[in-house]
């Protein structure tokens, strides 16, 4: 399997901007595609962004001109550069990864609050 460490959480302002960074350990297996989703108090998980090894991009409607998705496969690093932040954008983030012959892995999430 493969485990994944979220990082770049936090509290901002209305307007203001995070990038969330998400670093796959080695792993016997290779990994295809990663991304973000995202599950805000009472909601249910939603898809926020992918991209897979041949750099197709994938953006959620929500996100779509403020969001982008990046990733480093040399550091099996997967980033999620967020702009123009909203309230609505609140939730705990989680990375996800799409592994080749294995079970999905996921992140153990990441908390991320914008104050109005």
């Known amino acids: 399997q493969v485990q994944l460490v979220e990082s770049g959480g936090g509290l901002v302002q209305a307007g203001g901007s995070l990038r969330l960074s998400c670093a796959a350990s080695?792993?016997?297996?290779?990994?295809?595609?990663m991304g973000w989703y995202r599950q805000a108090p009472g909601k249910p998980r939603e898809l926020v962004a992918t991209?897979?090894?041949?750099?197709?991009?994938n953006l959620a409607d929500p996100v779509k001109g403020r969001f982008g998705i990046s990733r480093d496969k040399a550091r099996n690093t997967v980033y999620l550069q967020m702009n123009s932040l909203k309230p609505e954008d609140t939730a705990v983030y989680y990375c996800?990864?799409?592994?080749?012959?294995?079970?999905?892995?996921w992140g153990q999430g990441t908390q991320v609050t914008v104050s109005s």
């Open positions: 991209i897979t090894s041949g750099g197709s991009i």
């Open positions: 996800k990864a799409w592994l080749v012959g294995a079970l999905d892995a």
């Open positions: 080695r792993s016997p297996f290779t990994i295809d595609a």
